[in-house]
Nanobody, 123 residues
Framework: QVQLVESGGGLVQAGNSLRLSCAAS????????MGWFRQAPGKEREFVAG????????YYADSVKGRFTISRDNAKNTMYLQMNSLKTEDTAVYFC????????????????WGQGTQVTVSS
């Protein structure tokens, strides 16, 4: 069992940066692939970025590639999403997730979810 809590969201102007954190509890954190998803109003939840259990393998949605960086610190049971050059279209609730499928990009690839943190990017 893994419990996930996101933090770090907020209101930021376009072009600026934010760093999201996902704190995990549970003994299996280091064994899980992790990911970030987001959901904008009226839209489906979409994949943003994923990272393997060791952190050596990362992968991104095309829409954020080159702007966002996913990382994890297994000693601290925490995953991060550094978001640079934010755009208004990045506005969404961001969710962290844990699963066992390396390279997973689908919602069904993840078993555990946080409650989400709001990111709002103004123009």
């Amino acid at each position: 069992q893994v419990q996930l809590v996101e933090s770090g969201g907020g209101l930021v102007q376009a072009g600026n940066s934010l760093r999201l954190s996902c704190a995990a509890s549970g003994r299996t954190f280091g064994n899980n692939a992790m990911g970030w998803f987001r959901q904008a109003p009226g839209k489906e939840r979409e994949f943003v970025a994923g990272i393997s259990w060791s952190g050596a393998f990362t992968y991104y949605a095309d829409s954020v590639k080159g702007r966002f960086t996913i990382s994890r610190d297994n000693a601290k049971n925490t995953m991060y999403l550094q978001m640079n050059s934010l755009k208004t279209e990045d506005t969404a609730v961001y969710f962290c997730a844990a699963g066992v499928v390396r390279g997973g990009r689908r919602i069904e690839d993840y078993n555990y979810w946080g409650q989400g943190t709001q990111v709002t990017v103004s123009s």
